[in-house]
């Protein structure tokens, strides 16, 4: 059974840094019923200075997820009118993207297995490139009842690029109700990573 909600993704090292999203850039149509779902949510609460160490995260942002991955983090920020995600080294990010939720850039998605596991992904597209920012909790029917896994998995087309774990998963789940985005509209990532 599959149920979408709003969620983010995020970008690796041996892709290469990859430019800031171009706002300019023509965005998909959004009907009424889905700018006015997204609009209506209500955003998570910004973080503390404190809760946003060791995070991309900005004054003003929630950060719903980071992740050290190979010497660099990478994170995905809630401000109050766009959803962010961020990679690279500390201070310095690599990689921007930017989405307003409704142009077509970031989309989430909820994967439930039968076996009690559950997934939830935020991807997001720039330059032919999706960053998939994913945290699964494995079901009651694995070796390991509820082992907890968390990474980003990058794509270009329909080739992987390249797929990461954190090193701490089980401190790296997130809701996708906390990111205000469309449900995923690709069969093709709304898949377990």
Request: with cysteine; aromatic share 6%; proline share 7%.
């Amino acid at each position: 059974m599959r149920i979408a909600w709003p969620l983010a993704a995020l970008a690796l090292t041996c892709c290469g840094p990859r430019p800031t999203t171009d706002p300019s850039a023509p965005a998909p149509a959004i009907t009424e019923p889905d700018l006015a779902a997204i609009n209506a949510m209500e955003r998570p609460a910004a973080a503390s200075a404190s809760d946003r160490a060791g995070t991309h995260c900005a004054e003003g942002e929630a950060v719903v997820f980071s992740c050290a991955i190979e010497g660099k983090t990478a994170s995905v920020c809630v401000g109050p009118t766009t959803v962010n995600y961020r990679y690279g080294p500390l201070g310095a990010p690599e990689l921007q993207i930017a989405s307003t939720g409704v142009d077509g850039r970031t989309h989430v998605s909820d994967l439930f297995g039968a076996g009690g596991g559950r997934q939830s992904a935020v991807r997001f597209s720039s330059d032919g490139y999706n960053y998939i920012v994913r945290a699964m909790v494995a079901g009651q029917l694995t070796d390991v009842p509820g082992e907890a896994f968390a990474g980003i998995t990058v794509l270009r087309g329909d080739t992987t690029v390249s797929s990461s774990e954190c090193a701490d998963p089980e401190q790296h789940q997130f809701s996708t109700a906390d990111i205000p985005a469309q449900g995923e509209t690709d069969e093709r990532y709304d898949a377990w990573w």
